[in-house]
């Protein structure tokens, strides 16, 4: 390791010394204006009003990074603490598309994406947290075969490691964990594509399954408490080319021992979210919506202004008592947000984007972010008043998360997983 770092020390005292020198405040050395295919720069504390930094591979320790108006092709920055005011980041390789970043540098606050090591490529479809740092993600292989997949994570979402890889949601229409949902980190119930309930008692490690009653997928799930929950199902139409115009919602009042047929919906439910312990909705193909106000022993049927054939709400996230949002899916290049104020009830849009909607997920502080296609980003940061749109990456993002009120998870097709603290 010395030969390595004196190596790389040598190389930059060699570039430093043939070029123009700018004086840096709190160094007595001189530093240059530009660097031009600088290897190394090691151990630079203050790196201020640098005005072009030209294909500089590596910056190690650079603790803060401060003014910089342009930064073109920066292959790799190994624990740069604060970047603060860069006004133009121009093909930063390894942000979004190298390992050397994605779990080596602290970005708190930074605002900016950083994938994460998922030890997987199977499609991750639903993220969430039971604290600020334990989190859970389910997802699956693309094709029609195999078992479904679970991530854990005790660390705000910053390492993933694979707990299990035999949730058996195996069904004749794919492997995915659809509905997963952690009463605590070691507790847990998980649905997919089989007719099974899944229940974990380790943390997601090892899986048993009890038969569900259904005869459909199975695609969203809820837990009120540790006897309350409820699944939500959708017609396998087609034998399995894709989902049907039915579904159902089922409930159980004895955690998970035995589940009772409440409703049958006129579309697959893809959504079951509770806002109390008396209200919930229950959202999903068709732009269908149904609400309850007694804990789920009845459900209404409620409206939406998206009820076309290939509409399909997936998640919802609720910011009060009676306001909330969900994504909807209309097609790989059309998504909506829509948004009730009357507890579920009535649902209508609010913003129409390019591209399929698929996850959507509050900070409960009035941050709301949504993703889908493309590696479209919608957010509002004012409570849903207003939107912007952005891309994180091209591929398609299935579901997001948040640990804590100020990091953001997404996570995607083939194992992606980003993180983003603001």
Known sequence: ????????????????????????????????????????VTRTDTLIQRDTVIHVDTVVHGD?????????RVDTVIRGDTLVHTDTLIHIDTLLQ???????????????????????????????????????IGGGPSGTSGDGVILSSGDRGTTWQVASTSVGTSGFGGSGVYGLAFQDAQNAFAVGDGQNVLHSMDGGHTWTGTPSGSTFFLRSLWFLDYKTGFFGTS???????????????????????????????NGGIYEIRFINPSNGVALGRFGVAYWTSDGGATWN????????????????????GSTGFAACYLAQTQGAILRT?????????VKVVPAGLSGIATNGAGVITACGEGGTVVESTDG??????????TSRWIGDAYSGTD??????????????DK
Request: net charge negative; charged share 15%.
């Open 235 to 265: 017609d396998p139409a087609n034998n399995g080319n894709g989902a049907g115009a039915d579904g159902e919602i089922w409930r159980t009042t004895d955690g998970g021992v035995s589940w009772n047929l409440v409703a049958s919906t």
């Open 1 to 40: 390791m010395k030969h390595i770092v004196g190596s790389l020390l040598a190389i930059a005292l060699g570039i430093l010394a043939i070029v123009p020198s700018l004086t840096l405040t709190g160094c007595k050395d001189q530093y240059p204006a530009s660097i031009l295919q600088a290897d190394t």
């Open 64 to 72: 803060t990074l401060i003014r910089t108006d342009t930064l073109i």
């Open 407 to 420: 990091r953001t998870v997404l996570v995607g097709v083939n194992g992606r997983i980003a993180t983003r």
């Open 384 to 393: 849903g008043t207003t939107w912007t749109t952005s891309n994180v990456g």
């Open 341 to 349: 104020d009357d507890e579920g009830h009535t649902w209508h849009t």
């Open 301 to 320: 049927q409620g409206t939406t202004d998206q009820t076309g054939n290939t509409s399909l709400i997936g998640r919802a996230a609720f910011t009060t």
């Open 98 to 136: 190298r390992d050397t970043l994605r779990d080596t540098i602290d970005l708190d606050d930074s605002n900016i994406w950083v994938y994460r090591n998922s030890g997987t490529t199977d499609n991750l479809i639903i993220a969430e947290f039971v604290n600020q740092n334990n989190g859970f």
